[in-house]
């Protein structure tokens, strides 16, 4: 098993393991144990009382974080020549077709984040289907839809995938530590809003298991479940 080097030791010196912290102290936390030389992510992981095997408990969506999450994604948009304009203007990195299409299957694999107009996926399911795995778009996530400009424009100013995987945990990010708390504490609260709006109606018993904050190099911070906010009306 792999040791941990000595500013992770040095960080589990500076807080309880098995203390449940508050939604402000454990951020604060998070931010005090960074210990990376770049701006680490404040990384969220929430276990949820589902059953992932099921398909009417399946967990997943967006969601636009008021302050973003630090990094701009690479977006590309594949659709017809007359949506063209309307992407490059929100600010697209790559915009095409057929052309595009072609380029994907040949290699091209510089992005993060494909949006489409329905008329293409047909193309695109027969295509690239094998090649684009987990960053095939979805109309569930907003990344299918004829409204190009503004699918891009969400997704360059803060909007992200939330989906529980197949132990029923989710894994998002929520800012940089150089976020100031506030920004760190309300794209949480606007993401956990999200995350019990989306509670499937077959989920039995507690919902919310765990949550645990984290940056990317360093130790979870366990927060109190029982302590975050009931969604907002």
């Known amino acids: 098993m792999p040791k941990h080097g000595k500013n992770y030791r040095e960080s589990l010196t500076q807080f309880e393991r098995n203390t449940l912290y508050t939604v402000d102290e454990g951020l604060a936390l998070v931010k005090k144990t960074a210990k990376a030389k770049f701006p680490e992510t404040v990384e969220c992981h929430i276990k949820l009382g589902i059953d992932p095997k099921k398909s009417d408990q399946t967990v997943r969506g967006t969601v636009v974080l008021p302050h973003g999450t630090g ?69 569930k996530v907003g990344t299918v839809t004829p409204d190009v400009r503004k699918a891009v424009e969400e997704l360059k100013s803060g909007k992200v995938q939330y989906r529980a995987d197949k132990l029923g945990v989710i894994h998002t990010p929520l800012g940089k530590v150089n976020f100031d708390d506030e920004k760190l504490q309300q794209n949480f609260a606007v993401l956990i809003d999200a995350v019990i709006r989306a509670k499937p109606a077959t989920a039995k018993g507690t919902y919310l298991r765990s949550i645990t904050f984290a940056s990317t190099m360093g130790p979870g911070i366990r927060v109190d479940p029982l302590k975050v906010g009931r969604p907002t009306k």
């Not at 948009?77 to 595009?100: P, S, T, W």
Request: with cysteine; hydrophobic share 40%.
């Open 71 to 139: 990094k701009t994604p690479k977006v590309i948009v594949i659709c017809k020549a007359d949506k063209h304009n309307d992407a490059q203007a929100a600010g697209a990195d790559r915009v095409g077709a057929e052309d595009l299409i072609a380029e994907i299957k040949g290699g091209f694999s510089d992005f993060e984040v494909v949006v489409a107009t329905p008329d293409m996926m047909g193309v695109i399911g027969k295509e690239l289907g094998r090649v684009l795995g987990p960053r095939m778009p979805n109309p």
